[in-house]
Structures are given as structure tokens and as C-alpha cells.
């Protein structure tokens, strides 16, 4: 995302020109590519960013926690793994699924 320098507002691409979207200000550039390389693309994201919630996800060789209880079977142990749903100063998301039934639940600490 490219800011204007005139007014801080956002610019958005036109043509070959970068163009800000305040109307009073008018300011636009021309465009620049290698900085447009270092923008974030959701294409630039990876697997690791998403969270495990499908039946078919492999939790298998992920940390196993005991001191759980799964509420289907009864089982002490299931397979984990942490991710931060929330901002950052909210503790992280644990999820788990059973290694005996495959049952998957989520603890908010």
C-alpha cells in the first residue's frame, strides 16, 4: 500500500501512475516497480499461516499435550498446536485433536 507525501492519503494505481484518492489533493507519481515488488501479497503467503481446522488436517507429529481431557472419548491426550487469533497481547489459541477418536476442539487460555 503506497501513502501519499502530500497528504497521507492512500494512492491507488491509474494507468502508470500512482494517483491519491483525496480529491482536493490531486498528487499522483509515477509508478515505481521495485517497490511494488516489496509489497505483501496474499500470493506470498504460505500454508504455515493457516490455521488446522479441516477433518483432513495432519496433527499427527505435532506436540501432544496430557493434561487435557477429550469430551468424546475420554482420552488424555491430544495432538496441539498454537496460533494467534487474537492482537497480540491476548495469549495464543490451542488446538487440539484427540489421538485416540480424532475429536478437535480449541482452548482460549
Given amino acids: 500500500m503506497q501513502f501519499c507525501e502530500d497528504c497521507g492519503s492512500m494512492m491507488k494505481p491509474r494507468d502508470d501512475r500512482m494517483v491519491c484518492t483525496n480529491d482536493d489533493c490531486g498528487a499522483s507519481t509515477g509508478r515505481d516497480r521495485d517497490r511494488e515488488a516489496a509489497f505483501v501479497t496474499t500470493d506470498a503467503q504460505t500454508d504455515d499461516d493457516v490455521i488446522e481446522s479441516s477433518e483432513e488436517a495432519n496433527f499427527e507429529g505435532k506436540p501432544i499435550a496430557s493434561?487435557?481431557?477429550c469430551e468424546e472419548c475420554g482420552n488424555g491426550?491430544?495432538?496441539y498446536t498454537?496460533?494467534?487469533t487474537a492482537s497480540a497481547?491476548?495469549?495464543p489459541?490451542?488446538?487440539f485433536k484427540c489421538t485416540d477418536c480424532g475429536h478437535r476442539w480449541r482452548e482460549y487460555n
Fill in 93 to 95: 489459541t490451542r488446538f
Fill in 82 to 84: 498454537l496460533k494467534q
Fill in 67 to 69: 493434561d487435557v481431557r
Fill in 89 to 91: 497481547d491476548e495469549p
Fill in 77 to 79: 491426550e491430544a495432538w
